[in-house]
């Protein structure tokens, strides 16, 4: 299956800083990306949805000035998590999808990049 | 908001057994999806069923869906220890994008 790369698997920040996690398709091009977060032991919340080269789309009560979210190609997306608070700790997870060589139907997942602010 | 509610929420087992989970999903939808996740890990795909079949088999998993109930059941035989994970099903109903349901931990007990 495709091969969806996401960076740093875990990351520990100060309140305050920002912080930045890559997703990347590794042997596929992404026309679309999709960014999650999971608290322990709970399901998977779609954040937004993102689209090379153009704005993401963020679901309802996700701030866009919190969570930057950048798709400038094909298979590279980035969220950054801006100033940081403790309650943003959480499970992000990113998946790719939709790309020629991808069916339209099934996602990638990322590993998942586990944030702890502090 | 979520669209799959699993039941039963865990479940514990023995190794040998078969494990049983259920989900529920309340709109229509072109294909479901089960995903497993180990414990902080990313997802793997298991196996998806699209709208207008009943019945899918890979390995030792076996998936039905009964859209006229809304609902999917993933059938886990001669479960392993390796087998021990969170299990969600996801709704897609168009493009990418998929709905997550709450997920069921599975123990399998050596």
């Known amino acids: 299956g495709a091969v969806v790369s996401q960076h740093p698997s875990w990351v520990i920040c100060k309140s305050g800083t920002s912080v930045k996690i890559e997703c990347r398709s590794l042997d596929f091009q992404a026309t679309t990306m999709f960014w999650y977060r999971q608290f322990p032991k709970q399901s998977l919340m779609l954040m937004a949805t993102s689209n090379e080269g153009s704005k993401a789309t963020y679901e309802q009560g996700v701030e866009k000035d919190k969570f930057l979210i950048n798709h400038a190609s094909l298979t590279l997306s980035t969220l950054t998590v801006t100033s940081a608070h403790p309650e943003d700790s959480s499970f992000y997870i990113c998946s790719a999808g939709g790309g020629r060589e991808v069916g339209l139907t099934e996602a990638f997942f990322g590993q998942g990049t586990r944030l702890t602010v502090v | 908001s979520q669209q799959g509610e699993e039941d039963p929420q865990a479940l514990s087992i023995q190794e040998g057994e078969n494990a049983t989970m259920n989900c529920s999903y309340k709109t229509s939808i072109n294909n479901l999806q089960w995903y497993r996740q180990n414990s902080g890990r990313g997802l793997v795909h298991l196996i998806l069923i699209r709208s207008n079949e009943r019945e899918k088999h890979s390995g030792r998993l076996r998936v039905t869906l009964d859209t006229s109930k809304k609902s999917s059941s993933l059938l886990i035989t001669a479960s392993r220890a390796a087998d021990t994970a969170s299990y969600f099903c996801?709704?897609?109903?168009?493009?990418?994008?998929?709905?997550f349901g709450k997920g069921t931990m599975l123990l399998v007990s050596p």
């Open positions: 996801a709704t897609n109903s168009g493009y990418s994008t998929l709905t």
